[in-house]
């Protein structure tokens, strides 16, 4: 009975925090005036701007994809099979762009690119890159962004890739565009294909480039049009909550190819015979042409955005631009006495990160932990809910959360409230608790919590001393993800914030926007070194804990 009762509670809790604001989009969205009426939504979707949308969105996508292989393809192969594998500070490097929040990336190349931005004052002369502001800029930025997801999935699947078979294949006269073609690319083509489909939602769930790059250029997607319908008078819930409907079920049926090709491409490479790693020799060209490549690479991703970032922070004067005697740290110390915005933005998403990253946690484990004990067609129920938002671009999630609390503001009034972005950020980012904990319970056997309560340990004794100590370490890197996301988050600061309530993704979105660009800038240099600093002493300290 309690084992039930245990479950059921966690189960409704769930319930109410994921799939009842779900279930609001799609209601909203085929309901009207309360009567059920799915005509509504077509008429919404087949709309000539939200066909436009709907195309250019799934063209960025797929051109982001195309962009995002031309780049990892060549790096995970330099990574895995030369001499470029014995230099593994580069895999740090090549995620900097993936733990840069997207929109300051986007507002960094602006302002190299912008007329009489940083670029023509470097290269004096040269012509005004307007290209620049087109779907081409818009596919690089993005290409550059996400390509780490890419490049990561395949450099590990060509690292389980045995040098011996395509020395099998050079042993019958392959040569190496053959053995490449024949069996190297068919081993590859699985992980690929999944690399692929997760770089096409991620693009097609995101919401920082294209607000910040692309309403400059007038290229609406999914969730920049999503936004406007919910921001922007005369407000629309039932076209946000179809087009919604729309981006759900396009990213569900991506997740399903995705676990098909999984099924259907995989290829057990790994035996208990092992394998050799062979080097393959690049020649003084080809050293020199990887080298360039990526050089390249880092200057394009990391170099430019992060140099126009802080060269902005510092400049004193705009008009003059980059001129000796035109740079100070007086900046930083101007926004924080100027007014009390920026300290309270601080303030604010520390808040926010710190008590969700924590309700997390707690919610999040307890679900690992029931699932674990309670085996069931209801804990793999539970599981499943816990791990949608996962699934889902998080401003679908957003916008249910906002009909379903607007719905019972009268019983729970946390509706336009900080409290409902705690909320939130509670129910997007919950998976990564459950991913890092289940990780860690995957190299835990049952026997040691079994010894535990046979030499008499209660069950909160034996948690306590044996099952948490375990886990401490997944739980604390899933702490320390959800806490460097939420604290530049934007889009759901910008559709579910009070009026009242600022943070520091919205602080430097209105300062950019209102001309303020130098102390945008200043907040942005501060977010990025707060986080990545934070995610290093963090790794570190859990580090040293699992050492000891």
């Not at 931005?117 to 005004?128: D, R, S, W």
């Not at 019983?411 to 336009?416: D, K, L, R």
Request: glycine fraction near 6%.
């Amino acid at each position: 009975m309690k084992k039930h009762l245990q479950t059921g509670i966690l189960l409704g809790i769930l319930v109410f925090l994921i799939l009842c604001p779900l279930a609001s989009v799609f209601l909203k969205a085929v309901i009207v005036d309360g009567h059920l009426d799915i005509g509504h939504a077509f008429a919404i979707i087949g709309e000539s701007g939200n066909l436009q949308m709907i195309s250019n969105s799934l063209l960025l996508s797929f051109l982001v994809v195309l962009l995002s292989t031309v780049i990892s393809f060549p790096l995970a192969w330099l990574f895995s099979r030369t001499k470029f594998a014995r230099y593994p500070v580069f895999d740090i490097l090549f995620m900097i762009p993936f733990m840069t929040p997207p929109y300051i990336d986007a507002m960094g190349w602006i302002i190299f690119m912008q007329k009489n931005g940083l670029f023509t004052q470097i290269f004096k002369g040269a012509q005004n890159p307007q290209w620049f502001f087109s779907l081409a800029g818009l596919v690089l930025v993005m290409s550059f962004h996400v390509f780490p997801f890419m490049f990561t999935l395949l450099k590990n699947a060509m690292l389980r890739i045995p040098s011996s078979l395509e020395e099998g294949g050079a042993v019958y006269g392959a040569g190496f565009w053959q053995r490449m073609r024949r069996i190297f690319l068919p081993l590859l083509s699985g992980n690929y294909a999944i690399a692929a489909l997760l770089v096409f939602v991620k693009t097609l769930s995101e919401y920082g480039t294209p607000y910040t790059l692309g309403r400059r250029i007038g290229f609406d997607v999914f969730t920049t049009q999503i936004h406007r319908y919910t921001t922007v008078a005369p407000i629309s819930f039932d076209k946000s909550a179809a087009l919604a409907s729309v981006l759900t079920g396009i990213c569900l049926v991506m997740w399903y190819i995705q676990n098909l090709i999984t099924e259907k491409r995989s290829y057990n490479l790994v035996s208990g015979k092992g394998s050799r790693f062979a080097e393959t020799k690049l020649s003084i060209f080809g050293n020199v042409i990887a080298w360039a490549f990526v050089i390249a690479v880092l200057v394009i991703s990391i170099g430019i955005p992060y140099f126009s970032i802080i060269a902005t922070s510092l400049i004193k004067l705009r008009s003059m631009g980059l001129q000796p005697g035109n740079f100070t740290l007086a900046n930083y110390e101007a926004m924080f006495e100027e007014s009390d915005k920026a300290l309270k933005a601080i303030l604010t998403s520390l808040f926010l990160a710190v008590s969700s990253a924590t309700i997390c946690s707690v919610l999040g484990t307890l679900v690992v932990l029931t699932v674990r004990k309670f085996k069931g067609k209801a804990a793999k129920f539970m599981e499943a809910t816990a791990t949608i938002p996962e699934m889902l671009p998080a401003i679908v999630l957003v916008i249910g959360i906002m009909l379903f609390y607007n719905s019972i503001y009268k019983v729970i009034p946390i509706y336009n409230t900080i409290w409902i972005m705690v909320l939130a950020y509670t129910v997007l980012y919950i998976p990564y608790t459950i991913q890092y904990v289940t990780s860690s319970f995957t190299q835990i056997g049952t026997s040691l919590e079994e010894a535990g309560s046979v030499l008499g340990g209660n069950k909160f004794y034996v948690f306590r001393r044996i099952t948490f100590p375990l886990i401490r370490k997944g739980i604390l890197t899933g702490w320390s993800m959800i806490f460097i996301i939420v604290i530049r988050e934007l889009v759901t600061a910008s559709l579910i914030s009070p009026p009242d309530v600022i943070v520091i993704s919205t602080f430097i979105d209105r300062e950019f926007e209102q001309g303020s660009v130098t102390t945008g800038m200043c907040m942005a240099v501060i977010t990025v070194l707060f986080t990545v600093t934070a995610l290093i002493l963090i790794r570190k300290f859990s580090g040293d804990d699992n050492e000891r």
